[in-house]
């Protein structure tokens, strides 16, 4: 059983800043990856920033230049330093681990406002 805690989100003004931040606990014996993704109502979830065991990363063309993610693999905790933030970054976002010869586990969600 491997279980996430997201936190950081909340309401914050274009142009500002927010880190998010996300914690694994539980049977974790090998990670692959972990990232975030967002979703809004009635759209797909999407990739926002994925960061594998390596410490390469990938990132939507949306956030490129504007949001970084970084890791701690010993605490299994990854983070989202989101600047810049525009009204249309608004969204749930969710935390993810792989993990290797084993299943993805899903947080419940951080809610991220921006109000313009």
């Known amino acids: 059983q491997v279980q996430l805690v997201e936190s950081g989100g909340g309401l914050v003004q274009a142009g500002g800043s927010l880190r998010l931040s996300c914690a694994a606990s539980?049977?974790?014996?090998?990670?692959?990856?972990m990232g975030w993704y967002r979703q809004t109502p009635g759209n797909n979830r999407e990739l926002v920033a994925r960061?594998?065991?390596?410490?390469?990363?990938d990132y939507a063309d949306s956030v490129k230049g504007r949001f970084t993610i970084s890791r701690d693999n010993a605490k299994n905790t990854v983070y989202l330093q989101m600047n810049s933030l525009k009204p249309e970054d608004a969204a749930v976002y969710y935390c993810?681990?792989?993990?290797?010869?084993?299943?993805?586990?899903w947080g419940q969600g951080t809610q991220v406002t921006v109000s313009s």
């Open positions: 993810e681990i792989e993990l290797r010869y084993s299943r993805d586990y």
């Open positions: 539980g049977s974790i014996f090998s990670v692959n990856a």
């Open positions: 960061i594998t065991r390596f410490g390469s990363t």
